[in-house]
């Protein structure tokens, strides 16, 4: 949907703000939504695309308050040296706190960051240095090249500039490499894992940016207010932070502004009215917000952004999409591909390979092979270890004994990401896509590891060359898999069998030697089968090795090499697809027996 226009229209409609003809009141009130906009951006990036869940985010608003204050209001530093300081004490306990934090899964890690928000608000309050609960006082306005900015009219334009900075880096970030990385988190472990991206490594870098949008939001209320101390950086304030987010939209960029700024003026608006309705005894406005924050959940699950888009888009032109380079970028010579292995070398080597998970083997001294240009399957009944096989294969699991080795190298033991660098790409099973994005941007997390720019590069948008070359090449694979016309499509629309050739192109980005496929013709009809296996003997041509689990015998006995049965985690029988198809055993445990 076309929302750029709606996007600009409400940013440019806070900077004309300041000049309308208003009480001074109300600019106050926009410095505030500016200020909690920043925080709220910041956790729309944590939590509603990375799922990191952070109630604690008020500390570090105050981390970078109190850092500021103490520096120019008591040790006499220019408040411009304070931001730094501030960022950089802010990003240093991020970076603690996540290493530690972010770890944690389910319920744990709001519990967590419950506990270190908690414990940074005490220790405002108690130490002596800091002014304990009164905080200190005293501090010196900020001017720019001699221009006082102490007036509320110059703050906000201070303000709403370093929240429009934050936006421009957020959304450049996004839209990049890094950005794919970023919104795959929340899809759990396993997929991004073995796409290449280090989930933990940038876990912990949008635990930072978050803390360091947070810093710079302290920053600029330490010098609007003159003055900190410790009771706006509680929990109460860390909930309303993300009450922002979720009522804006949680997913959404622009969300983070709209949220606080609905936030923001309903609670200073029933702040004024209610006491005259219900006289001054009781929080009434408490109660009140509460039941209205209820009921707009309720009517907008997803946040109000996303039903503000959706009604403009009703009476807008479609947006442009964002294309693929058709033709390759300039200077484009082609992203460094694998040298391919002689055709028959030996390329993977199963030696009794076993997984058990307490009493249970799920696999047992599994031992099969497969060689360059190899298309081979692996069946048998459910149950018997198929999948499990998959996983040992690709690092998901650590094997409990035996040896696995790939191009000669032991791999029984590394990491899925690294197995993927090795040159072993696969999909899943159960389908793992970005259901909201886009088909392009899904095959493009492939080539992940492909490219090389950095989350700063992206920020500052410098990355554009290397971005278009991945688009390109995703963008290739998605017409050699013959989805072209669903490249701009978001991917969870597509039929189930259009989603696992989806992950076919997404795997291919990657320039695998090995290619392991679970049960890649679900779903699909006779046509789309029958391009399936086109694809894959050239595939085989091309010299890369196909392991391939699938129930539709007919498909696998005309396509494949070589078979590998599976009874109970063991294997049953291993050869051509003729003599398994007659092996009495065979019959008996999978094929139906010899009726």
Known sequence: MNTRRLQWLLFA???????????????????????????????????????????????????GAYTTAYLSGVLGVSPWLGLPAGLLVSGLSAALIGSVTVRLSGHFLPLATIAWGLSLYYLFGTLEFLGKYDGLSGIPPLALFGLDLSAPEAMYGLIWLCLGGCLWLVLNLLDSRSGRAIRALASGRTMPEAMGVDTAQYKILIFVLAALMASLSGWLYAHLQRSVSATPFGLNMGIEYLFMAVVGGIGQVWGAILGAAVMTGLKSQLQDWLPRLFGSQGNFELVVFGVMIVLLLLWARQGLWPWLAGAWARWQPPAPLPLAPASAPAGYAGLARRSKPAPGSLLLDVDAARKAFGGLLAVKDMSFALRAGDVVGLIGPNGAGKSTMFNLLSGVLPPSGGAIRFCGERIDGLGARRIMELGIGRSFQHVHLLAQRSVLENVALGAHRRGHAGPLAAALHLERHEEARLLHLAAEQIRRCGLAEHMYTPAG?????????????????????LLLLDEPAAGLRLQEKQALAGLIRQLKAEGMAVLLVEHDMDFVMDLTDRLVVMEFGSKLAEGLPEVVRNDAAVLAAYLGGIE
């Not at 597509?494 to 997404?506: K, P, Y």
Request: charged share 5%; net charge neutral.
């Open 13 to 63: 409609w806070f900077f004309v703000f300041p000049f309308l003809p208003l009480p001074p009141y109300w600019i106050t009130i926009g410095n505030y939504i500016g200020l909690y906009a920043i925080v709220a951006l910041g956790l729309v990036l944590l939590t509603g695309i990375g799922g990191l869940t952070s109630f604690g985010q008020a500390a570090f608003v105050g981390l």
């Open 493 to 513: 629309s597509l039929a189930l069998g259009q989603q696992r050739i989806v992950e076919i192109a997404r795997a291919l980005c990657s320039d695998p030697l």
